[in-house]
């Protein structure tokens, strides 16, 4: 299989997957950008070539050379395009439908909610249209985004899910040397239970759920239970006021932003990880279920959503509801010799979503 990958931005999870693809003895791989980095992205390193060299088409202004080498590609070049953000990406969509070129697209959750101006709501559409008339297959993130992708009549056998890839090959044991520390420094003995969670404190991300959740806690079940938050956001101080409120200062720390290794290791110190989410694409379930870390999350969680088996690798929970929360934290509390079990369930479920697994489901997928 000869794939060519064609993305505004390379970003560290899509490149775990393509590492696995360069790695594949069956696959010739071409990585396409339109930028070697993004401003808003903090990334040291050189990920557009990072697995191979790149190349790349222009982010404002039409590339007929990039156009004209797509166009030229035989047949069996399986493309691989990823998002429709920039004027390159949507005119070659544009093309291909009018040759009746076969592609492939990959997509996160549709933001079919976010404002947008009558034009743009307009040439959205469109290309809604363009793509569904398309001789196309769609790669979707998670089972959301192709339930988001039926609710616009997209055909389910064009649809496949093909969720974020994280790289398996750390587990619990690789941070075995941090996490007596970790806990330690988070005053949490082996008699307590250390729940850990963290992203971009938005309102979507529902940490204020997991606040009010601990805040129903009675003062004792309070002595045995500790939490921390990882993140930074325009909901920071109204999260720490509402935690004050709850007289939480003994239960929860907040952290700012910690170095991913970090976080990595808090979350395989942490008998429990926690997404709380009202809304999330996809999210951390992934990162805590590589590290054998049991979640809890809410059915707005779209990581949760796909991978946590309840009752056996975590627990589920409606959105917005602090009082479910609450009665999974306080039944992992009282069933704590079960998280082992549960703990082996989680790192499973990461190792049957390896990145070589979604390689093998574009080889067997895509057109």
């Known amino acids: 299989m000869h794939l060519a990958v064609i993305q505004d931005i390379p970003t560290p999870h899509n490149n775990v997957l393509l ?84 592609y492939n697209v990959w997509f996160d959750l549709p933001q079919d909610d976010t404002p947008r101006s009558l034009p743009k709501k307009l040439l959205r559409n469109f290309f809604y249209g363009v793509l569904k008339t398309s001789r196309a297959h769609v790669f979707c993130v998670g089972h959301m985004t192709v339930e988001a992708f039926k609710a616009r009549e997209f055909s389910p056998d064009r649809l496949t899910n093909l969720p974020i890839f994280v790289d398996i090959t750390e587990d619990k044991a690789t941070f075995g040397n941090a996490i007596p520390g970790m806990r330690k420094k988070y005053g949490a003995t082996d008699a307590h239970l250390l729940l850990s969670t963290g992203s971009r404190l938005v309102h979507d991300k529902g940490y204020d759920v997991f606040v009010a959740a601990l805040a129903l806690l009675s003062p004792e079940e309070r002595t045995r239970i500790k939490a921390v938050l990882i993140g930074k956001g325009p909901e920071e101080e109204a999260l720490k006021a509402q935690a004050e409120e709850a ?38 379930t992934i990162f805590a279920h590589t590290l054998g870390t049991p979640v809890i999350g809410s059915v707005g969680a779209g990581a949760a959503l796909d991978r946590v088996q309840h009752g056996v690798n975590g627990w589920l929970y409606e959105a917005d509801s602090p009082e479910a929360m609450v009665a999974h934290i306080r039944h992992a509390f009282a069933h704590q010799d079960s998280l082992a079990a549960m703990s082996l369930a989680a790192r499973a479920t990461a190792e049957a979503w390896s990145p070589e697994h979604g390689v093998k489901i574009i080889k067997d997928e895509s057109i």
């Open 247 to 284: 007289d939480l200062g003994d239960l929860l720390t907040f952290e700012g932003w910690m170095e991913f290794e970090d976080f990595k290791a808090l979350i395989a110190a942490s008998d429990l990880f926690i997404h709380p989410a009202r809304f999330d694409a996809f999210g951390g």
């Open 19 to 102: 590492a696995a693809a360069a790695a594949d003895k069956d696959t010739q791989l071409t990585l396409w950008y339109c930028t070697p980095h993004a401003a808003k992205y903090d990334f040291k390193a050189d990920l557009a070539n990072a697995i191979q060299p790149a190349r790349f088409y222009s982010p404002r202004l039409p590339d007929l050379k990039f156009l004209l080498w797509c166009l030229c590609q035989p047949r069996d070049v399986r493309f691989l395009i990823v998002g429709w953000m920039n004027i390159n990406t949507r005119l070659l969509m544009l093309l291909f439908w009018l040759l009746r070129r076969p």
